[in-house]
T-cell receptor, first 115, second 114 residues
Framework: DARVTQTPRHKVTEMGQEVTMRCQPI?????VFWYRQTMMQGLELLAY????????DSGMPKDRFSAEMPDATLATLKIQPSEPRDSAVYFC?????????????FGQGTRLTVV | AQSVTQLGSHVSVSEGALVLLRCNYS??????LFWYVQYPNQGLQLLLK??????LVKGINGFEAEFKKSETSFHLTKPSAHMSDAAEYFC????????????FGKGTLLTVNP
């Protein structure tokens, strides 16, 4: 049963610490998304990649957030330094896009709490 | 630019009643449209999608949605609500093409009363 895997599921950290969230997309998918979900803002697209190359990261605060795909099986989202306002659920999703469109398959999310 | 507006952040229905969740879209090109469901502490799961084929789209769990270009709408319906349908529902739009980008609405929380 193919699924997107995110680790860790929960993370509590102190303000100022570095946080790294990891995502294993579904094998064969060529597009990876990072979303952030909060009560106030809903689902916000932070960044997305096609064939490991960043296509759009305009939703990400550049001074503290970074997203990478070291290889096709791993996507990372890093926050350094973390702040209490970064507390949210971070979702990774993957999909196979071949000129048209397709649905995105979501992971279970990483619930981040910054104290 | 593309966007979706979900009318009603919270909808409450009785078990067995019709479910109607509203979504209007804005897109400069023919859109691809999606409905997702999110159960507590879970990720989002695709219910159904419209990709310019049939305007009436059937999805999982008895849900369906109708694409109406003249009304720029893609409302989600289910004839008879079950308790297990209680969840948050998200409408999403994409333009498709090489710069595929999925934009979500704010979500509608569905409550089903016994």
């Amino acid at each position: 049963d193919a699924r997107v895997t995110q680790t860790p599921r929960h993370k509590v950290t102190e303000m100022g610490q570095e946080v790294t969230m990891r995502c294993q997309p579904i094998l064969g998918h060529n597009t990876v998304f990072w979303y952030r979900q909060t009560m106030m803002q809903g689902l916000e697209l932070l960044a997305y990649f096609r064939n490991r190359a960043p296509l759009d990261d305009s939703g990400m605060p550049k001074d503290r957030f970074s997203a990478e795909m070291p290889d096709a099986t791993l996507a990372t989202l890093k926050i350094q330094p973390s702040e209490p306002r970064d507390s949210a659920v971070y979702f990774c999703a993957s999909g196979l896009v071949l000129g048209g469109t397709t649905e995105a398959f979501f992971g279970q999310g990483t619930r981040l709490t910054v104290v | 630019a593309q966007s979706v507006t979900q009318l009603g952040s919270h909808v409450s229905v009785s078990e067995g009643a019709l479910v109607l969740l509203r979504c209007n879209y804005s897109s400069s090109v023919p859109p691809y449209l999606f409905w997702y469901v999110q159960y507590p502490n879970q990720g989002l799961q695709l219910l159904l999608k419209y990709t310019s084929a049939a305007t009436l789209v059937k999805g999982i769990n008895g849900f369906e949605a109708e694409f109406k270009k003249s009304e720029t709408s893609f409302h989600l319906t289910k004839p008879s609500a079950h308790m297990s349908d209680a969840a948050e529902y998200f409408c999403a739009v994409s333009r498709g093409g090489s710069n595929y980008k999925l934009t979500f609405g704010k979500g509608t929380l569905l409550t089903v009363n016994p």
